[in-house]
């Protein structure tokens, strides 16, 4: 295994399952320190056992202004700085035009656009020179996904966010980019199913559309997310990198 992020401090949002606990995992592996946070207490706390023997879990909810402020209190006093923030928090529901209520959309921004945006914010002074900053888009935001266009609109909100940051952040020479993933399999997207399609019915549906013909995996995304974080992404900046099997390409 390499060490291509040895010494590197680093925060992964919603790192306590699915992408972003693959990510954390895989961070620390390389040579990270990592702080991960999640909402639930239990979960983070597994997750934290899994990732290695020195990360740091911190329950906060990215949409709460005020945990953000723990976050990065937390971040100060124990290492100071951060070389890589990963915006990963998010989520969504299926809900067809006609049935979206105001709670669906609010909790949907809130989380995903909302919680991106003062995740960065709040965290730009711990920010080194020349840092990485990754944020967690979806295919969604590029598809028109039947029952899914406020979750899609909120992805495509981070796209927006990636190249107006990537110039906002220029003389810091601080790098922007997304990950947009298509159906990988985690908790997230086995929670779409429902009573009327099955899991199995489901997953079917999505891998019809990917031409490498199956689900991806948390830590193919991951390794995509190492390559962003490291020096050998040192010229990559402001784009939209796929990790969907081919699902959004073609």
């Known amino acids: 295994m390499s060490v291509k992020l040895d010494g590197m401090i680093a925060l992964v949002t919603g790192g306590n399952s699915g992408i972003g606990l693959a990510i954390a995992k895989r961070f620390a592996r390389e040579g990270a320190f990592v702080f991960i946070t999640g909402r639930r207490k ?9 990732i290695g023997p020195e990360p740091a879990a911190i ?16 971040i100060r006093s124990r290492k100071g700085r951060l070389d890589i923030l990963v915006a990963n928090a998010g989520g969504g529901t299926f809900a067809p035009l006609g049935a ?58 981070i796209r927006s966010f990636a190249r107006s940051w990537a110039t906002d952040l220029k003389e810091r020479k601080i790098r922007v980019n997304v990950i947009s993933p298509g159906p990988i399999e985690t908790p997230g997207l086995a929670a779409l199913a429902s009573d009327d399609v099955s899991r199995e019915k489901l997953y079917a549906a999505f891998v019809e559309q990917i031409p490498l013909g199956g689900l991806g995996q948390p830590d193919e995304v991951a390794k995509v997310a190492s390559f962003l974080a490291s020096d050998d992404a040192s010229f990559v ?10 699902a959004a390409q073609v």
């Open 100 to 157: 979206i209520t105001e709670g669906h959309y609010d909790q949907t921004f809130d989380i995903n656009v909302k919680g991106s945006l003062f995740t960065v914010q709040k965290l730009l002074p711990l920010l080194s020179e020349g840092a990485s900053i990754i944020l967690t888009g979806s295919t969604a935001g590029s598809e028109g996904i039947a029952a899914f266009g406020v979750y899609a609109a909120t992805k495509a909100a």
């Open 42 to 50: 239990n979960e983070l706390e597994k997750a934290a056992k899994l």
């Open 237 to 246: 900046n402001g784009i939209e990198l796929f990790v969907d099997g081919g």
């Open 59 to 74: 329950q906060a909810d990215v949409s709460n202004l005020s945990d953000l402020d723990r976050v990065y209190e937390e």
